[in-house]
């Protein structure tokens, strides 16, 4: 049997400390990707977009294991988000103005010809695998930190982290605002989900 890799433990990137932001290098990845936009709450396109992207993503594990002999624990969820004002995330919260891109990253060594067959193989046999797309993600360097608790008492740590954090450091924002959730949301009480909040940044001059 071969050996289960699990890359959220094998990744540096995937490593962040509550109350602490530590600057990481995030080299180019590729994630199975499925854009949205509006509340994760209330939206039917958020769950919509999961219901796409577990399939892909086990289909290409299960190919991995059968054709390559390389077998892995699927990633963790991880998303993108934005919005037009960046203050909709640290003050009014406004969560029906947001867009976002839901993903799970592709293991180094699953080639890019695979994706289109799991895709193909998924919506074989249930509609709705369409809108997954493989993208590669350049975010270079980042600040990082992880926060325990409910997804709606991050602001006060990404307001920290903006209008703080990233200043002391000579850098500024570049990018959008990153999440990588590192716990079950559907087993995981609110008050103890860890989630990675990753923020890319450049130098604040040059």
């Not at 325990?148 to 209008?163: K, M, P, Y």
Request: hydrophobic fraction near 40%; charged fraction near 30%.
């Amino acid at each position: 049997m071969t050996e289960k890799v699990d890359l959220k433990r094998s990744l540096d990137t995937y490593r962040a400390r509550r109350g602490e932001f530590r600057v990481v290098d995030v080299p180019d990845l590729r994630y199975l990707m499925v854009d949205g936009h509006g509340d994760p709450n209330t939206s039917p396109a958020f769950p919509r977009a999961l219901e796409q992207l577990y399939p892909v993503a086990y289909a290409l594990k299960f190919a991995s294991r059968a054709d390559l002999g390389r077998d892995y624990v699927v990633p963790p969820l991880e998303g993108l988000w934005w919005a037009e004002d960046m203050a909709l995330f640290t003050a009014a919260r406004d969560k029906s103005r947001w867009s976002w891109t839901l993903m799970l990253l592709v293991p180094e060594w699953v080639g890019d010809e695979m994706v289109p067959r799991a895709v193909e193989r998924v919506r074989s046999r249930a509609a709705g695998a369409g809108d997954v797309r493989l993208e590669l993600l350049s975010e270079g360097s980042c600040l990082q930190t992880l926060h325990v608790g409910s997804f709606d008492d991050e602001a006060e740590v990404l307001a920290r982290l903006h209008e703080e954090v990233v200043p002391e450091h000579g850098l500024r924002l570049a990018g959008r605002h990153h999440e990588i959730y590192l716990s079950d949301v559907r087993r995981t009480a609110p008050e103890r989900r860890r989630t990675i909040l990753r923020q890319p940044v450049v130098p604040a001059t040059g």
